[in-house]
């Protein structure tokens, strides 16, 4: 079985903190994606990476960044937290070169203070 | 931009109905379109893929349609069961963006006893 792990499940912040969000799969998967989900918007993706040390933006990159040196791990940075950043994050990942799955992690609940 | 569309918000149906749940899009070139089941705080869980090229996929209690000239999709729960009480959404990948998958906001389904 696929799975992705994500290092918190729960995190409180404050406003202007930098905050770093980890993901990690143990299924070789060649890419990676971080979405946020909000009541009423449903799922937007901030940003995915299709191979180590690669990364496209998604449809609302702004505030943050992403970082993926190994092929097994992604995270997601918060440059400097904002209120507007309160949310749940969730990572996802696939297997590249064709039509497959995406697998979810359990999901962090971030609350900037 | 994909546009997914989930009607109704929200459902509850008496233990052991038939239900179906459904799922619009507005471009109908897609590689993919995947269906996910999310309890609460929690993350998504992956029910069923189907590939561009199918119009149908089955997995237990499950049936996923897909007519992709229409833009629909459907997910039929057969037998309904309070353990199947979830929010569904769907997902899909068009081909104009390749690994980037649009969401709708979900149908979140209560069974009653």
């Known amino acids: 079985d696929v799975k992705v792990t994500q290092s918190s499940r729960y995190l409180v912040k404050r406003t202007g903190e930098k905050v770093f969000l980890e993901c990690v799969q143990d299924?070789?998967?060649?890419?990676m994606f971080w979405y946020r989900q909000d009541p009423g918007l449903g799922l937007r993706l901030i940003y995915f990476s299709y191979d180590v040390k690669m990364k496209e933006k998604g449809d609302i990159p702004e505030g943050y960044s992403v970082s993926r040196e190994k092929k097994e791990r992604f995270s997601l940075i918060l440059e400097s937290a904002s209120t507007n950043q309160t949310s749940m994050y969730l990572c996802a990942s696939r297997r590249g070169g064709g039509v497959y799955e995406q697998y979810f992690g359990p999901g962090t609940r971030l609350t900037v203070t | 931009k994909q546009e997914v569309t989930q009607i109704p918000a929200a459902l509850s149906v008496p233990e052991g109905e038939n239900l179906v749940l459904n799922c619009s899009f507005t471009?109908?070139?897609?590689?993919?379109l995947q269906w996910f089941r999310q309890d609460p705080g929690k993350g998504l869980t992956s029910l069923l893929l189907i590939q561009s090229s199918q119009r149908e996929q089955t997995s237990g209690r499950l049936n996923a349609s897909l007519d992709k000239s229409s833009g629909r999709s459907t997910l039929y729960i057969a037998a309904s069961q309070p353990g199947d009480s979830a929010t569904y959404l769907c997902?899909?990948?068009?081909?104009?963006?390749?690994?980037?998958?649009?969401f709708g906001t979900g149908t979140s389904l209560t069974v009653i006893p």
């Open positions: 471009d109908s070139a897609i590689y993919n």
């Open positions: 299924m070789d998967h060649e890419n």
């Open positions: 997902a899909v990948s068009p081909r104009s963006t390749g690994n980037q998958f649009y």
